[in-house]
Structure formats: C-alpha cells, structure tokens
C-alpha cells in the first residue's frame, strides 16, 4: 500500500514547545509522521529541543499548541499511549534486572510474581536469558540497554519513543546494537521514533530522517528544515551498509544539511 494513504502509527502536527510557559520557545511547526513498523529518526545537535519534543509526544508534558495523534486519535498531552525509553533511563540500581524490566507491568496494578513471570518469558527473545536475578551493576552497557529496552516494550505499545539509545555505549557495541534493535523492532512490529544527534546512528537505522535545527538557548525556536528519504539496503546486505557509497553519500547530506 502506498505509504502516504496510510493513516500514520503517530503524526506530530504543528506542535509548539516551551519548558516555561511561553516565554521561551523552544521549538514550532513541529509535524512528523511515522508509519506502521516503520523507525524514523529526528536529528539534531545538542541542546536544540529534541528531549523537549519527545516528551511532549510522550504525553509527558503539553505543547503550547498542536497535537500529537496516534492512529487518527488525539493523545496530546495524555501518558500511557506511547512508550518511551529516556535518555538517561538507567535501571534501578536495588532492583535485579527481572523486577526492572517488569516494572512497567507491576506499575499499571499485575501482581509481582505475573509480572515476573510475563516478563521473564521475553527475556530469551532479547537476548538476556540466564540474566533475571542479577544485579544492573553486573551487566554490560549494551546488555543493559536491552532491559531498558525490554522494559519499554512491557508498557505494551506499538508506538516507541527512543531518546539517544545508544550514546552511552562504546563504538563496536552501538553498532551490534543498532542492528539488534532494527531486527527486533521488525519482528516486534512496533513504530519507532529515536532521537539522537548522532547522523551514522540515524541512518544505520532510520528510513526517513528529519532534520532539527535552531539554538533556542540562544533564542532561536527549533523546527524542522528537512526530511531525508534514506536508501534501504537489500535484506542480508546490512551488516556492510554502513560501508557503502549509499550510506556515505547520505550521511553527508545529512551532515550538510546539519551545519
Ligand atoms: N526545564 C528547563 N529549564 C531550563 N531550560 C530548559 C529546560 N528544559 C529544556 N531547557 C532548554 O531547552 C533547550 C532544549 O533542551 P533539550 O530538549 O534537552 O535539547 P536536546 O535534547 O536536543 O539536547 C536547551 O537550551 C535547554 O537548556
Ligand atoms: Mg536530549
């Protein structure tokens, strides 16, 4: 079906960011789709608004105008629709990592052991079996990142918001990673919304990108100057991608466009 009469998993219309009220904007006209199964990414440099707009369209917070739609419904400003994993979503050090990736289950009133339960079934599929009864502090960064990220999906949504996932990781793990979460986010068939200012990491993953820019610290609001259709590779061919003329040839477009 031709994407553009599909009614997108999640739109963005002309939304208008202020963490103050008002006074200072932080971003406007922000309006993005992104379609069933489908991983988008917004980019942008540090400090130009795009944890600001992830959580508005978390519902965490309220833009001063626009709205933010999910499947032709209007969510603006309500939790709970759209799951997210924060930039700095790191798991509860007292916690072991089963009662942390199950948090989102107990937090919505399933009983301790059901949610343990519930949640341990997934942990094989993510690539953590033998992992539930250990402690955070004894899990690598990316393995860490895989309970962050089975944690999101357990607040049950098809709609996934990713606030710079892999920043924190080293370089050779970033990129095992990328290519996990694509795979898993295909069989999982969620549609996903990752921010990042990272431009290798977008277009590892992304199909289309959009381009954020603005200084709203210095006064300038944040909006949208373009969108970037990237080229998909052949299935089985991703593993050399980020080596190909094609891949190059965008990042630099899209790092252009950036300056
Ligand atoms: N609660 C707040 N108080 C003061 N300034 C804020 C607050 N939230 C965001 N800002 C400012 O808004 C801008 C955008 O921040 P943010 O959305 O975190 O950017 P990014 O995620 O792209 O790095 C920055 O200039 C930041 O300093
Ligand atoms: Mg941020």
Same mark, same amino acid.
């Given at each position: 079906?031709?994407?553009?009469?599909?009614?997108?998993?999640?739109?963005?219309?002309?939304?208008?960011?202020?963490?103050?009220?008002?006074?200072?904007?932080?971003?406007?006209?922000?309006?993005?789709?992104?379609?069933?199964?489908?991983?988008?990414?917004?980019?942008?440099?540090?400090?130009?608004?795009?944890?600001?707009?992830?959580?508005?369209?978390?519902?965490?917070?309220?833009?001063?105008?626009?709205?933010?739609?999910?499947?032709?419904?209007?969510?603006?400003?309500?939790?709970?629709?759209?799951?997210?994993?924060?930039?700095?979503?790191?798991?509860?050090?007292?916690?072991?990592?089963?009662?942390?990736?199950?948090?989102?289950?107990?937090?919505?009133?399933?009983?301790?052991?059901?949610?343990?339960?519930?949640?341990?079934?997934?942990?094989?599929?993510?690539?953590? #079996?033998?992992?539930?009864? $250990?402690?955070? !502090?004894? +899990?690598? &960064?990316?393995?860490?990142?895989? @309970?962050?990220?089975?944690? =999101?999906?357990?607040?049950?949504?098809?709609?996934?918001?990713?606030?710079?996932?892999?920043?924190?990781?080293?370089?050779?793990?970033?990129?095992?990673?990328?290519?996990?979460?694509?795979?898993?986010?295909?069989?999982?068939?969620?549609?996903?919304?990752?921010?990042?200012?990272?431009?290798?990491? #977008?277009?590892?993953?992304? $199909?289309?990108? !959009?381009? +954020?820019? &603005?200084?709203?610290?210095?006064? @300038?609001?944040?909006?949208? =100057?373009?969108?970037?259709?990237?080229?998909?590779?052949?299935?089985?061919?991703?593993?050399?991608?980020?080596?190909?003329?094609?891949?190059?040839?965008?990042?630099?477009?899209?790092?252009?466009?950036?300056?």
């Amino acid at each position: 079906m031709d994407a553009s009469l599909q009614t997108p998993a999640l739109e963005a219309r002309n939304l208008v960011l202020s963490w103050d009220g008002g006074e200072t904007i932080v971003a406007r006209d922000i309006s993005l789709t992104v379609n069933e199964s489908e991983t988008v990414c917004l980019v942008g440099k540090s400090g130009c608004g795009k944890t600001t707009i992830l959580h508005a369209l978390a519902g965490l917070t309220r833009p001063l105008s626009g709205a933010v739609v999910l499947e032709g419904q209007d969510v603006t400003g309500t939790p709970g629709h759209i799951s997210y994993m924060l930039q700095k979503d790191l798991l509860i050090p007292s916690k072991k990592v089963i009662d942390n990736a199950a948090l989102p289950l107990v937090l919505t009133g399933v009983p301790k052991k059901e949610a343990r339960e519930r949640a341990g079934i997934l942990f094989e599929r993510f690539g953590l #079996a033998g992992t539930e009864n $250990s402690w955070p !502090y004894q +899990l690598s &960064g990316g393995m860490r990142q895989r @309970v962050a990220f089975l944690r =999101t999906y357990l607040m049950g949504n098809k709609v996934v918001l990713l606030d710079e996932p892999f920043s924190a990781l080293d370089a050779l793990t970033r990129h095992d990673l990328r290519n996990w979460y694509k795979s898993m986010a295909q069989q999982l068939g969620l549609a996903s919304l990752m921010i990042t200012h990272d431009v290798d990491e #977008a277009v590892a993953m992304s $199909s289309r990108i !959009y381009i +954020l820019r &603005g200084n709203p610290g210095a006064g @300038v609001p944040s909006t949208i =100057t373009a969108e970037i259709e990237v080229p998909q590779q052949e299935a089985g061919a991703e593993k050399d991608f980020e080596l190909s003329y094609e891949f190059i040839d965008c990042k630099r477009r899209v790092t252009e466009l950036l300056m």
